[in-house]
Every structure is written in C-alpha cells, then in structure tokens.
Nanobody
Framework: QVKLVESGGGSVQPGGSLRLSCAAS????????MGWLRQAPGKEREGVAY???????VYADSVKDRFTVSVDNAKNTLYLQMNSLKPEDTAMYYC????????????????????WSQGTQVTVAS
C-alpha cells in the first residue's frame, strides 16, 4: 500500500522560506515521476514542480528560481524548498506520485497522478 505523508507547511511572512517534505512508503521515490501541486481557494489544482525518473525537473513559471524540488533516496522522501515566498503562493500543497509514467509535464492533468498526500497548508501573509 502506497502512502505519502507530508509535513512542513505553516505560516510565513512574504519573503520567507519553508520546506515541505513528503515521506513515501510502499513506493520508491524517483521510480516514476513525482511532484508538488497546490490549490488555492476558488482555484483549480495546479502543478508547481515535478521531478522525473531521470532526476530532471520542471517548474511552473510562477515559482521558477524560487522553489526547488529534490529527493533524498536514503530517506525515500521528496522535498520542496520554497524561498522568497509571496502571498500568491498561499494554498494547500500536495505531493503526488505516478505509478507508471517516468515523465510528467506541467500540462498533465492533476487527476492523472495515482497517489496523493493528505495536503498541507501554506499561508504567506504579513
């Protein structure tokens, strides 16, 4: 049984940083593509950052150069380092993983991911 357990959300002031973690069990990180998505109130869920089977990464334009997705194979954990946070980054953040696709693009429909974390709230406000 695959389980993705997320941690690290919270409240931070604009310009601050947070790191989200997603610990996987029953699933090996980087065995297929994984990533982070977010959903703000009243908006659709959107892809933020994905890491593919070969370690390549893709980022939404809105977070490029501010967010970094990475994995720790030894801990079987996916991370999202978020720097220079802005109020518009406020959302519920989810990690998600694919069962079969080695590559994910940002045009991928979120519902195509096979496994999901419970989500964690990130609030950026002064």
């Amino acid at each position: 049984q695959v389980k993705l357990v997320e941690s690290g959300g919270g409240s931070v002031q604009p310009g601050g940083s947070l790191r989200l973690s997603c610990a996987a069990s029953g699933y090996t990180v980087l065995s297929k593509c994984m990533g982070w998505l977010r959903q703000a109130p009243g908006k659709e869920r959107e892809g933020v950052a994905y890491i593919n089977e070969d370690g390549s990464t893709v980022y939404a334009d809105s977070v490029k150069d501010r967010f970094t997705v990475s994995v720790d194979n030894a801990k079987n954990t996916l991370y999202l380092q978020m720097n220079s946070l802005k109020p518009e980054d406020t959302a519920m953040y989810y990690c998600a993983a694919e069962a079969s696709s080695p590559y994910c693009s940002l045009t991928r429909r979120p519902e195509r991911f096979d496994y999901w974390s419970q989500g964690t709230q990130v609030t950026v406000a002064s």
